[in-house]
C-alpha cells in the first residue's frame, strides 16, 4: 500500500496563501508507483462528497477544478515522494478537509490519509 500523509493545513483569512505538502511512504513498490503515475489533491466539506481540485500527470502536465483555476498550483518533487498544493487567494469556499493521492488506472491507489484540515474565514 502506499501511504499518504497530508500536511500544511491550518486557519487563514481570505485572500491569504498556504502550501501543503504530501508524504507518500510504503515498499519500494508502493514508492515506485507513486512516483511514476498521476496524483491528485482532493477536497471534501462536512456532509459533501469529495471533490477533485488539481491533477499532475506522470509527464508533468497538470489541470484544475474550474473553482481553483489561477489561485491553485500543484506540484511534485518525485525524489522526496512528495506532492505539493501551493493555494493563493484563498476564499471562504475553499474550506475543506484536503486528501491527496495517486491515481493507477484513473483510480486513487493510495491509503486515503487522515487529510489536511484548511479553513477560510471572511
Known amino acids: 500500500q502506499v501511504q499518504l500523509v497530508e500536511s500544511g493545513g491550518g486557519l487563514v483569512q481570505a485572500g491569504g496563501s498556504l502550501t501543503l505538502s504530501c508524504a507518500a511512504s510504503?515498499?519500494?513498490?508502493?514508492?515506485?508507483?507513486?512516483?511514476?503515475?498521476?496524483k491528485a489533491w482532493y477536497r471534501q466539506a462536512p456532509g459533501k462528497q469529495r471533490e477533485l481540485v488539481a491533477f499532475i500527470a506522470s509527464g508533468g502536465s497538470t489541470n484544475y477544478a474550474d473553482s481553483v483555476k489561477g489561485r491553485f498550483t500543484i506540484s511534485r518533487d518525485n525524489a522526496k515522494n512528495t506532492v505539493f498544493l501551493q493555494m493563493n487567494s484563498l476564499k471562504p469556499e475553499d474550506t475543506a478537509v484536503y486528501y491527496c493521492n495517486v491515481l493507477i488506472g484513473g483510480s486513487a491507489f493510495g491509503s486515503w490519509g487522515q487529510g489536511t484540515q484548511v479553513t477560510v474565514s471572511a
Open positions: 510504503g515498499s519500494t513498490f508502493s514508492i515506485n508507483a507513486f512516483r511514476l503515475n498521476d
